[in-house]
């Protein structure tokens, strides 16, 4: 039987791009990506593991900040190139700025203003890290 | 004055992930890619202007289908690689599938599955084409 995964064609670097949305409020939190090993941990541990980029390793959403995002679905879309969880939030917090969501801004007038409040400092989420 | 679109990093094929969503229901329609011509063509249209990897071009969402996407409000993300666009989806379909949105598939017991019916027979939207 064809593997779920095989369906996904991972670009050069072996990556898909993952839209996170808050299930309860609509709002999309984040864009992030995943391997081919992040959809297995995120199904076998209920909670989303992503691939980060300039880590360059697999990481626990909210492994450090306790923030992690408890997956109820997860769909793929027509061309198999992109996956969107919806999420539960845990602590209301998915931007490591500190916002709610990492689109906390908004194109005015061509230019990038900052809607949304900061709910807690960083310094304060990763311990001064 | 620095640009707007100076602030995004361009990925090494010059591109950056756009999320449309509906604003009015909230649902995650589609994934896109834009260049750096596709925002300010799309700011100065008010309708969603990708950059289709496949073509290899400049995509007006809806040019063939008439299935535009009136862009409400443009966010971009805390790293800026990220968009986010608050549309208005014409016509109601949003996928060349003739799905209301691309992510018309949900991962059940590790298949798959379409959860979402097909609103216009594609050969209909396409005329064939």
């Excluded at 309860?24 to 980060?52: C, H, I």
């Excluded at 900040?65 to 997860?74: L, M, N, P, Y």
Aim: with cysteine.
């Amino acid at each position: 039987m064809r593997d779920w995964l095989d369906e996904v064609p991972w670009n050069e670097h072996g990556l898909v791009a993952v839209v996170a949305q808050e299930a309860a409020s609509g709002r999309v939190l984040t864009v992030a990506w995943m391997n081919r090993d992040a959809p297995k941990q995120t199904v076998e541990s209920g909670e989303a593991v992503y691939f980060s980029r300039s880590r360059n390793r697999l990481l626990r959403k909210g492994e450090e900040s306790g923030h992690v995002q408890k997956v109820r679905e997860i769909r793929i879309d027509c061309d198999a190139d992109a996956v969107l969880l919806q999420v539960e939030q845990v602590g209301g917090i998915a931007c490591h700025t500190g916002h709610a969501r990492c689109f906390f801004r908004k194109l005015e007038n061509g230019r990038w203003v900052e809607t949304d409040p900061v709910l807690k400092d960083p310094a304060a989420i990763y311990g001064n890290k």
